[in-house]
């Protein structure tokens, strides 16, 4: 039997058991309606305690809160889009096992059911109690949030969030986890609104889930295997909404989770009573089938219920001194830059943490997360780093995120700086800041920065070859969401974030960029041609570093911010992606995609392959002359040489990269190639023809070269007849 009907028979069997499961469990019911408790005209009976947030049954919906500090939890029942209770449910003493309350009510209209919770208990600020009855909380487990759906618009005007009781019955059908090995993987930073918004975009459903879908063909011949899109997690976009030089500002970013549990019902672009969630899966469906994984940035670092000041959301209200970090005296610790901080190591917070992930990697087929200020899920419950955090080795080991892939933002926003030494139990890969930084350096010119770029080049495994994974735990990057696009890197001296509202003082000072000769827009077209240059130098480097790669949406055709490094609140041109530029910049995006195939093509870039035949090691670094492997300070040029044997090809796979950074020409040697083999150049960023990649690399007769004032050259070992080419 092929796999695919023993695939489809496992399935019927489950179905069947499923099928038996909800029989025997409507039959129970029905054996006990006569004996159901009675509660304001509904018909209630104990529910399981096991089951979190709110959970459809044959006959009733399953109700389950927790709370360690509370002494009562009332159940509130709204009609869609309405602001007064029709019903308060109170969550009977003999309801209670332990510190879980949970009720099956029977009955309900679950189409136009909305429902939310109120809390009551102690109410002691020094000691971190925030108990009462008058607030009216979201379920820390609500899988959809109401008065979302509009982007830009909070309809609900008592301030309070509710939730929406959802359907879990998507059909995956076939579709599996694709499990691309971390060497493999080209990652693709997106923000969901953003990557479609603009007209620009062509599709249908601008700014929303299908318009992404509608972007799979472009996604899959760019040649990206995985999606990493910024927050999808329910948030309120409308939080710090102001005007500024005639524009709204919203919290455009997303990075102040409303509920962990919830998609944001604003990047669907049609409503989903009941369904939230569906669009999203189609769109994962619709990835996965094109061998796309999809990631998730995450935010457990803190939520949006902010400081003393900020709302009564959830957390506050069911245990605020448990999942936050307080001070002796009931204050919150900022080690995020948000207002708090989560309390991730504390049991209760830990086991929401971990049924969240779960829950998303069963029901939307995640395949990765990426934790946004992720050294915060090491601190201890008075914001001291641990040695071996809970959570993180937990997550580490947990069987369902098994072939999950777990990504850290290796910082916070308390001064933890943690790159090369978060703590991974082999497990974890990082968003390696440092790569960024020094290759940012010293393509710019700095060439003293050349022996630590080198060490990034080649895995920097002077941070990962000791208890981590080596090439696999660095997460390669130039840029991302937060900073400059790859276009304003090199069109901007500084930042330019004045439509931000705070007189330019947000965003990064430390950019490491240079504007190639003008701030800003110019038609300068010998400025213009530096700029790009040093863009396609940037692509080549790193695809051609050990380490998985990372590029930001929009950066293959040159999208610009207009010199905005910190554009978490702009819903407009600026953060939205002009697709006009594809069309503009089309040699540049042909050679972009060029060179992440050429990634792909070539597995000693990538991995160590087996020893090579002709006896050079996986890496070798050289300067302009082959037989000098010393970078210093005063190294003008950087050459990296990649080697191993491809059992299938039956011959060498070696791959020689030349970077110069230096203003001034520069003679090189390659070293001498095999017998009977010879080099070949693939790929020269200075070419002043504009033949930038030949798909048919290029015979070289001579060994000497000259390496164009900032550029970068890549070039093959071709093989003879003899090796079976």
Excluded at 204 to 216: A, N, Q, S, V
Excluded at 324 to 350: A, D, E, I, K, R
Excluded at 684 to 708: A, I
Aim: glycine share 8%.
């Amino acid at each position: 039997m092929n796999e695919y009907r023993r695939h489809r028979q496992n399935r019927k069997l489950v179905e069947i058991g499923e099928r038996q499961v909800r029989e025997l469990r409507k039959t129970d019911l029905n054996r006990q309606m006569l004996a159901l408790d009675e509660c304001n005209g509904f018909r209630i009976r104990p529910g399981f305690y096991n089951m979190n947030g709110a959970t459809m049954l044959a006959d009733g919906v399953n109700f389950t809160a927790y709370s360690k500090g509370a002494t009562a939890i009332t159940l509130l029942l709204y009609k869609r889009g309405e602001s007064t209770p029709f019903a308060h449910l109170p969550f009977p003493e003999s309801y209670r096992i332990g510190n879980v309350y949970s009720m099956i009510v029977f009955g309900l209209d679950i189409e136009n059911i909305e429902y939310c919770y109120s809390v009551d208990g102690p109410w002691d600020p020094d000691k971190g109690l925030l108990f009462n009855k008058n607030h009216l909380l979201l379920d820390p487990y609500a899988k959809a949030v109401s008065g979302q759906r509009i982007w830009g618009q909070n309809p609900n005007k008592d301030g309070a969030y509710r939730a929406r009781i959802v359907r879990d019955n998507f059909e995956w059908n076939d579709t599996n986890s694709l499990c691309t090995p971390m060497n493999d993987t080209v990652i693709y930073e997106m923000h969901v609104r953003g990557f479609t918004m603009d007209p620009s975009s062509g599709v249908k459903c601008r700014g929303t889930f299908e318009g992404i879908k509608e972007k799979t063909e472009y996604l899959r011949k760019l040649g990206i295997t995985a999606v990493e899109l910024m927050p999808i997690f329910e948030f309120d976009e409308t939080r710090d909404k102001r005007i500024v030089n005639g524009k709204t500002l919203l919290d455009y970013w997303g990075y102040n989770t409303i509920s962990f549990f919830a998609p944001n019902t604003s990047y669907a672009s049609e409503s989903e009573y009941n369904k939230e969630g569906v669009e999203l899966k189609r769109m994962i469906k619709e990835l996965k089938d094109n061998g796309i994984e999809v990631i998730l940035d995450v935010v457990f670092n803190h939520t949006a219920e902010g400081n003393e000041n900020g709302p009564f959301i959830s957390f506050k209200g069911f245990d605020n001194n448990i999942y936050y970090l307080l001070t002796p005296y009931g204050q919150y610790y900022n080690f995020s830059g948000c207002g708090n901080t989560m309390n991730c190591n504390h049991p209760m917070v830990q086991e929401l943490i971990v049924e969240c992930l779960r829950y998303w990697a069963i029901e939307y087929r995640v395949d990765g997360f990426r934790f946004d200020l992720a050294s915060i899920l090491g601190r201890d419950q008075d914001g001291s780093p641990m040695e071996r955090p809970p959570l993180i080795q937990r997550l580490a080991y947990d069987p369902i995120l098994g072939n999950v892939k777990l990504i850290a933002e290796a910082w916070d926003a308390g001064g933890m700086y943690q790159v090369g030494n978060f703590p991974a139990w082999k497990r974890w890969a990082e968003w390696n800041g440092k790569y960024r930084d020094d290759i940012r350096s010293y393509l710019k010119g700095d060439i003293w920065a050349a022996p630590e770029a080198v060490k990034r080049i080649t895995g920097s495994m002077d941070m990962y070859g000791g208890s981590y994974l080596g090439y696999d735990s660095s997460v390669n990057f130039i840029t991302c969401h937060d900073g400059f696009t790859l276009y304003d890197l090199y069109s901007y001296n500084g930042k330019h974030n004045e439509d931000n509202g705070w007189n330019n003082t947000d965003g990064a000072n430390d950019n490491r960029s240079w504007n190639c000769g003008a701030e800003g827009e110019t038609t300068d077209p010998k400025i213009l041609d530096l700029r790009f240059r040093m863009m396609r130098n940037a692509i080549t480097v790193l695809m051609c570093s050990r380490g998985t790669p990372m590029v930001y949406a929009g950066d293959e055709f040159g999208n610009t911010q207009f010199g905005n490094n910190n554009a978490y609140c702009q819903d407009n041109e600026i953060s939205w992606l002009n697709w006009n530029l594809l069309k503009k910049n089309k040699n540049y995006f042909d050679f972009y995609r060029n060179m992440i195939q050429f990634r792909r093509k070539h597995p000693a870039i990538r991995k160590d392959l087996q020893p090579s035949k002709c006896g050079y090691p996986h890496i070798s670094v050289h300067t302009e002359n082959p037989d000098n492997g010393n970078i210093t300070k005063d190294s003008k040029v950087i050459c990296v040489r990649y080697a191993g044997f491809i059992e299938k090809k039956n011959h060498d796979d070696i791959v020689y990269i030349a970077i110069n950074a230096y203003w001034e020409d520069i003679q090189i040697m390659l070293p001498n190639p095999p017998e009977g083999a010879y080099w070949s150049l693939c790929v020269d960023t200075g070419d002043e023809s504009g033949k930038y990649f030949y798909n048919r690399p290029k015979p070289l007769t001579w060994r000497n070269r000259t390496l164009k004032a900032r550029s970068v050259s890549v070039f093959i070992v071709s093989f003879g007849a003899e090796y079976g080419v």
